[in-house]
């Protein structure tokens, strides 16, 4: 897909890297192709997919696919699952902390990455950014305790992070409701 072999290629952000802690290249991370039965909406790699280069290959992606109930091989077929964050590349660290997705990559390849992957059928949006880009809301919690509102097409899901476990605590009808309508929603679209 040449969009994909675009965003590959893409160094805009490539000043803004070498500005931060971790002084780093960019390093696209995505998995795209048109037909794709989910698509995962993250935020951005983190240092370990930076390294990597596989999206998702982290704790985060552990629990992901166990929120989801599907395996890694599931989980990495291009054909029928789009991983695409809003932002391509790891924004580095600023004081240890990661920085949040630049802008300029979702404004630069959001549409014409989704226009060219045509629809599909589940979108899951994980994190604050992708549901502030996608839904135009601002609130992870109001937003994931809506959740019923944006289907059969879109689920929003808190980050699958462990910065996230308090939140998850904090919310044990995340797990309690969510997941098992996640889990069949997917399995619904997957076959």
């Given at each position: 897909?040449?969009?994909?072999?675009d965003?590959?290629?893409?160094?805009?952000?490539?000043d803004?890297?070498?500005a931060?802690?971790t002084?780093?290249?960019?390093?696209?991370?995505?998995?795209?192709q048109?037909g794709?039965?989910l698509?995962v909406?993250?935020?951005?790699?983190?240092?370990?997919?930076?390294?990597?280069?596989?999206?998702?290959?982290?704790p985060?992606?552990?629990?992901?696919?166990?929120?989801?109930?599907?395996?890694?091989?599931t989980?990495?077929d291009?054909t029928?699952?789009?991983?695409?964050?809003m932002?391509?590349c790891?924004?580095?660290?600023?004081?240890g902390s990661?920085?949040p997705?630049p802008?300029?990559?979702a404004?630069t390849?959001?549409?014409?990455?989704?226009?060219?992957?045509?629809?599909?059928?589940?979108?899951?949006?994980?994190?604050?950014?992708a549901?502030?880009?996608?839904?135009?809301?601002?609130?992870?919690?109001?937003?994931?305790?809506?959740?019923?509102?944006?289907?059969?097409?879109i689920?929003?899901?808190p980050?699958?992070?462990w910065?996230?476990?308090a939140?998850?605590?904090?919310?044990?009808?995340?797990?309690?409701?969510?997941?098992?309508a996640?889990?069949?929603?997917?399995?619904e679209?997957?076959?």
């Amino acid at each position: 897909m040449k969009i994909a072999e675009d965003i590959r290629a893409c160094r805009l952000c490539a000043d803004r890297f070498a500005a931060t802690e971790t002084r780093h290249a960019p390093r696209p991370v995505l998995r795209a192709q048109p037909g794709a039965r989910l698509m995962v909406a993250g935020q951005a790699p983190g240092m370990r997919v930076h390294q990597s280069g596989l999206p998702f290959d982290d704790p985060s992606g552990d629990r992901l696919r166990d929120w989801l109930g599907i395996d890694r091989e599931t989980f990495y077929d291009v054909t029928r699952v789009a991983i695409v964050p809003m932002a391509f590349c790891f924004p580095g660290y600023r004081k240890g902390s990661d920085l949040p997705p630049p802008p300029i990559c979702a404004r630069t390849w959001r549409a014409p990455l989704l226009d060219a992957l045509g629809p599909v059928p589940l979108t899951l949006l994980v994190g604050g950014h992708a549901q502030s880009w996608h839904l135009k809301t601002r609130n992870v919690t109001d937003t994931v305790a809506r959740w019923r509102d944006y289907l059969p097409g879109i689920l929003p899901l808190p980050h699958p992070s462990w910065r996230n476990t308090a939140w998850l605590k904090r919310n044990p009808w995340f797990e309690a409701e969510l997941v098992p309508a996640l889990r069949a929603r997917v399995a619904e679209v997957m076959r």
